[in-house]
């Protein structure tokens, strides 16, 4: 969980457009003691499976990236900066819609680029940075 001292404080400057979804155009961070960089997660359970679907693999990557962010004494609510990597635009409303479900009202900086993923089964790929 985020520590009491944390603030993050959404920026909406007002000669740059505004933010259309459900993040922030940028985030400020005070009063955090270490930062936490999680490499981009990938739709593999522990066991090794990846699902054929999209959304399941959403929900794995989601999964794989709080179980990171508990490792370090974190929560989602404690990210900063989300980068999604989606091999397919088609996927852009999906991915939304499970980050909204994850995240609730938490809105951190976002991006999201659509690409080639590593592995030709994966159809995205989550790296997020979480301050603590």
Known sequence: MMAQNIILTPIQPADAPPAMGGYAQALAVAGASRLVFVSGQIPQSPDGHVPDDFEAQCRIVWHNIQACLTGAGLGVSSLVKVTTFLSKREYAD???????????????????????IFDKRWLLEIEAIAAG
């Open 94 to 116: 999906a991915n939304s819609a499970i980050r909204r479900e994850i995240l609730g009202a938490h809105r951190p900086a976002l991006t999201v680029i659509i690409s080639e």
